[in-house]
T-cell receptor, first 115, second 116 residues
Framework: NAGVTQTPKFRILKIGQSMTLQCAQD?????MYWYRQDPGMGLKLIYY???????DKGEVPNGYNVSRSTTEDFPLRLELAAPSQTSVYFC??????????????FGSGTQLSVL | AQKITQTQPGMFVQEKEAVTLDCTYD???????LFWYKQPSSGEMIFLIY??????QNATEGRYSLNFQKARKSANLVISASQLGDSAMYFC?????????????FGAGTTVTVRA
């Protein structure tokens, strides 16, 4: 059972480059989330989705875009990478629609450096 | 809006002793959930314990217990009989209700170092 799969695990970008972080889950979860974690800090919500075709901004959406064309996939797009986007990115999912007690299932993270 | 505050950036604890990690929160939701996650140096996020806002009993999971004081809006994690493997960063998080799309908001974390 794969759970939440993120690729790549590591990436170095040059300033101004673009890339897509991939996230896929095989648990038929409706809710998916992208978080970033700066060194020594907590997780901040970038974007989230409550179902295919529906996305919304979190706390720190600037510089990122997402799409949710299927239940399984929730890619995060970085356009014109900046050093401030150097961070560890986590994708997470949950079934949703049941209650507040559902824990999130996290991917293993993508460590991104922008130089 | 939801806000989680963890005021202890780092703590040291002796092996086999108990440690309490503080967490306070603020929310406009009547129904919400409180979580604690552990993040070891390897980086993965490990779920530890959950407390619902309407739960009357404090949650316990093995050596982890949650001291929930709703009126004070605090949800402190107690780790009993600390082990070397407990050295990690610990995050308090709150999940809002459907009106907030069940978003999970995190505190800044507390680093725990267990000494032999």
């Amino acid at each position: 059972n794969a759970g939440v799969t993120q690729t790549p695990k590591f990436r170095i970008l040059k300033i101004g480059q673009s890339m897509t972080l991939q996230c896929a889950q095989d648990m038929n979860h409706n809710y998916m989330y992208w978080y970033r974690q700066d060194p020594g800090m907590g997780l901040k919500l970038i974007y989230y989705s409550v179902g295919a075709g529906i996305t919304d901004k979190g706390e720190v959406p600037n510089g990122y875009n997402v799409s949710r064309s299927t239940t399984e996939d929730f890619p995060l797009r970085l356009e014109l990478a900046a050093p401030s986007q150097t961070s560890v990115y986590f994708c997470a999912s949950s079934h949703g629609g049941i209650g507040t007690n559902e824990k999130l299932f996290f991917g293993s993270g993508t460590q991104l450096s922008v130089l | 809006a939801q806000k989680i505050t963890q005021t202890q950036p780092g703590m040291f604890v002796q092996e086999k002793e108990a440690v309490t990690l503080d967490c306070t929160y603020d929310t406009s939701d009547q129904s919400y959930g409180l979580f604690w996650y552990k993040q070891p140096s390897s980086g993965e996020m490990i779920f530890l314990i959950y407390q619902g806002s309407y739960d009357e009993q404090n949650a316990t999971e093995g050596r982890y217990s949650l001291n929930f004081q709703k009126a004070r809006k605090s949800a402190n994690l107690v780790i009993s009989a600390s082990q070397l493997g407990d050295s990690a960063m610990y995050f308090c998080a709150m999940r809002g209700s459907r009106s907030n799309d069940y978003k999970l908001s995190f505190g800044a974390g507390t680093t725990v170092t267990v000494r032999a």
